[in-house]
């Protein structure tokens, strides 16, 4: 526990602030990260506007509902791995009226391919497996727009379990050589057993044992930022528990898709598969 205590950082307080074109030139835009790749999570900020007290920005067919914090109008903005590289434009609207629009230039990133051999009823799915497969994306799907209008999360994200990185995220996969969907999330080479954390204070929205990833928790940490932690041995939490930062969700196991023990960690952010290791604060 310690040592994921000591993980944790302040939430940075280095900011890059955008470069400034003709159009932009009475505001100004600032962001935590200096480059914004596939599949990163970045905080897009703003000064608020006179009078304003808050706001939504738009990005990518995705309505953000942001945080203030010392006169900063602040957004989460998940880029999700599968976003075109280039420009894209972010429309900040305030509850005065105004509004403000940026371009944020997305980098594209090189995911790598990685293959892997597991039971075959996990490749090869008969009508009954499919129909529950589908049932549970559908579940979790829904899940992902209906988040709490509140900032449920406080400073930084924690890496939730102990461990080297396994594999990383977005990985393009073939199971028993056949395509499958690229890795959503990244793999922390944590032994059986061993504790996993809460990487922040959210909600427990899931806590079930689902057909790929196993016994599988989900967080909702407000503004549509969501965690998940998958393969375990054991859940200590039911749905509808509030948790704190680094309470034990669970035990590390290998249930589900999996050729060995570790914990998945996942992060979405408004509906876009993210990169856990770009959340503000997490130490890899
Ligand atoms: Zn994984």
Known sequence: ?????????????????APQSAETQEYEFFFNREVIRQGDIVQVSTRLPFRAKT???????????????????????????????????IVYTFDTGESREF??????RDFGKESLKVASKYTDLDEKTQERVADEKKLLDALWTTSSPNRLWKGAFLKPAIGGLGSPFGLRRFFNDQPRSPHSGLDLKAPAGSEVYASNFGKVMVA???????????IDHGHAVYTIYAHLSKMNVSEGDDVERAQVVGLVGATGRVTGPHLHWGVKVNGARVDPSTLPGARL
């Open 1 to 17: 526990m310690k040592s994921v205590l000591a993980a944790s950082v302040a939430l940075a307080s280095i900011l890059f602030v």
């Open 55 to 89: 706001g939504t920005a738009k990005f990518s067919d995705a309505t953000y509902n942001g945080y203030v914090t010392g006169g900063l109008f602040n957004v989460l903005v998940g880029i999700d791995m599968d976003t075109e590289p280039g420009e894209h434009e």
């Open 103 to 108: 371009m944020l230039t997305i980098e594209s």
């Open 208 to 218: 079930a044992d689902l057909f790929f990833t196993g016994n599988t928790v989900v």
